[in-house]
């Protein structure tokens, strides 16, 4: 039986990321700058991100373009070390941890996801979540959201859905989600209109 649900996107929502990181460190091991450097995986990125290719040959073929010296795990981690946990949304979280399910909902790919659920203390608040790179396909794209919304049993009324993402944001509210268009800098707003919601489900 549907009920009321907390979908969040995950980069820039639950947790920060700067590839600037990674393209200084992976500049150190190849003959491209970092200013240019994560150019040369614009090719794999997407095929990546919806499953058209696994981590094996992701990093294989990044290894090719960029030249990288290093060893596949030395790059792998260059990949994933880029993000820093959201401490404002993980109080947030924390607070309504057991009183309602809270899902994701990201375009993500492999090697980030397995990093990011293990690395990061506020992903214990969630039960579950839908991914790109598993769906097969990726957001704002109308398909990701209705398979969302078979897999985890939700009825959009009663789903608040966080993203950062002005046309993700578009489709979940044109499917009937409940919608805030987060960043950072609006969090004590997006703690408001939370809590108002939280009311009128209920959930106090």
Known sequence: ???????????????DF???????????????????????FDDIKVPYEIGNIDDAEFIRQG??????????????????EI??????MHATLGALAGKLPMHLLSNTNELHKAYFL????????????VYSHTARCAKP??????KT????????????????????IATAA?????????????HPQFQAELDEWLVAQGIG
């Open 1 to 15: 039986m549907p009920q009321p649900v907390i979908l969040s996107d995950v980069g820039k929502v639950l947790i």
């Open 18 to 40: 700067d590839f600037s990181i990674a393209a200084r460190r992976l500049a150190q091991q190849c003959d491209h700058p970092a200013e240019t450097v994560l150019t040369l």
């Open 63 to 80: 290894t090719r373009l960029t030249g990288f010296r290093g060893r596949p795990e030395e790059l792998e981690s260059i990949w994933c």
């Open 83 to 88: 993000f820093a946990q959201n401490e404002a």
């Open 118 to 129: 293990r690395e990061f203390d506020i992903f214990q608040h969630f039960q579950g979540g």
């Open 141 to 146: 794209g109308e398909e990701i959201f209705l």
């Open 149 to 168: 919304i078979e897999q985890l049993d939700l009825d959009p009324a009663q789903t608040f859905y966080i993203d950062d993402l002005a046309p993700n």
């Open 174 to 186: 044109r499917l009937g989600f409940r919608t805030f268009h987060y960043s950072f800098a609006k």
